[in-house]
Every structure is written in C-alpha cells, then in structure tokens.
C-alpha cells in the first residue's frame, strides 16, 4: 500500500522559477524523505527530515515537515532543466515495520528552458 | 564502490518463464531491500534482508516470487512461472542499519512479460 500522497502530480514551470511539491502520509513517522527519479532509472536520494525537525535545507532544496497535519512539502529554488523529473516522498514508520519505506505516488516536474 | 549494481538492466520473457534478478549492494551496507514499481506508480515494498536473514515479505510477494541474500552480500529475486502483471520496474535498495540516512536505490531491472 502508499502511504503518501504527492500533489500536484504534475508540475510544469519555466526554468529559473521554483517548483513547490506537496505531500501527505497517513501514520506516525520516524522520518520522511524525498527521492527523484529520472526517467526509466532508479531513485536517487534528495533530503531526509526527522519527525523532530520543521524545516531542512540542503543547496537548492527546502523542506518542511508539519507532523500535526501530516504533511511534508520540497521547494526547488531556481529551477533547472535538469530537474526535471519525477518526485517522491517516503515515510519511515515510527512503528513496527520501521526497515521500509513507503512511497507516494510522485509529482513529475517538467522544467522549460 | 559504484553504488547498487543490479543485473541485468532489462528482461524480456514469455509468460510462464522463470527469471533471476541480482542485486549488489553498498558493501558495508547490512541491510538490503526489494521494491517493485508499476507505470506511473511510486515504488511498493516487496522484501527486506538484514545481513542474510529475509526478515520480512509484502503480500505482493506471491509463492511465485523468492528472493535469498547468502551470505549477505548479494541478493537475487527469482519470479516462477511469469504472468503479464509481473511487468514492472524492480528496485533494489540498501542502507546502513535502519537507513535513517537514505536509502541507496540501484538503477533497477525492467521486466517486460509477453
């Protein structure tokens, strides 16, 4: 099953603008990440915020995470070409069963040049 | 180290074949997990290993589906009898420990069922 939801599931912008995704899960987590993945390839890791942190940055990334409302959101700032691709929260629960994530549906980022 | 390996990249087969998938993880990665992922869908979890022990299965994995870790190093996912809705992207991933610092993911093998 998928515990995230991503929105919107497609985005597309012109490059240079940021990118905001959101997402939505459904159980107490440890912590959350997100991934992208290209086109066909597998995903590579991107952030991972704990369910003790509000907000985390890493070069262009921003993420926020509101455990209350159960909601996580990414923010790509001066979006490039090659951030196009798709994006997808993982939760790992704060329960039994902690080992595995559990992903979302995705959002697919179309960046314009 | 070059990440997570998996071999071969793509697969093509007719229904009712077997087909062997392998994974390399992170060598010093302990733990190493299978997930498969459909056309426009996020990734599902399948199996998990710590070291060589299998220590957990998704209902997706049906009796037709085994993965094994010997010696906990690589792994190989082996799917008995294949049926068209076995198509899919499967993804092998490993971290250290309970991968509270990401999870590596490797390029994965497309099945395609015909």
């Known amino acids: 099953s998928q515990q995230g939801e991503e929105d919107p599931q497609a985005l597309s912008i012109q490059e240079g603008e940021n990118a905001t995704m959101n997402c939505s899960y459904k159980?107490?987590?440890?912590?959350l990440q997100w991934y992208r993945q290209n086109s066909g390839r597998g995903l590579v890791h991107l952030i991972l915020?704990?369910?003790?942190?509000r907000e985390k940055h890493s070069g262009r990334l921003r993420v926020t995470l509101d455990t209350s409302k159960k909601s996580s959101s990414l923010l790509i700032t001066a979006s490039r070409a090659a951030d196009t691709a798709s994006y997808f929260c993982?939760?790992?629960?704060?329960?039994?069963?902690?080992?595995?994530?559990?992903f979302g549906k995705g959002t697919k980022l179309s960046v314009i040049p | 180290d070059t990440g997570v390996s998996q071999d071969p990249r793509h697969k093509i087969t007719k229904r009712g074949q077997n087909v062997t998938f392998r994974c390399d993880p992170i060598?010093?990665?302990?733990?190493l997990y299978w997930y498969r992922q459909t056309l426009g869908q996020g990734p599902e979890f399948l199996t998990y290993?710590?070291?060589?022990?299998?220590?957990?299965k998704s209902r997706l994995l049906s009796d037709r589906f085994s993965a094994e870790r010997p010696k906990g190093s690589f792994s190989t996912l082996e799917i008995q009898r294949t049926e068209q809705g076995d198509s899919a992207m499967y993804l092998c991933?490993?971290?250290?420990?309970?991968?509270?610092?990401?999870?590596?993911f490797g390029s994965g093998t497309r099945l395609t069922v015909v």
């Open positions: 991933a490993s971290s250290l420990d309970r991968g509270h610092d990401g999870y590596t």
């Open positions: 060598s010093e990665h302990n733990r």
């Open positions: 993982a939760t790992v629960s704060s329960g039994a069963g902690s080992y595995q994530l559990t």
């Open positions: 290993f710590q070291n060589e022990a299998q220590l957990e």
């Open positions: 915020i704990r369910s003790n942190e």
């Open positions: 159980t107490s987590i440890n912590n």
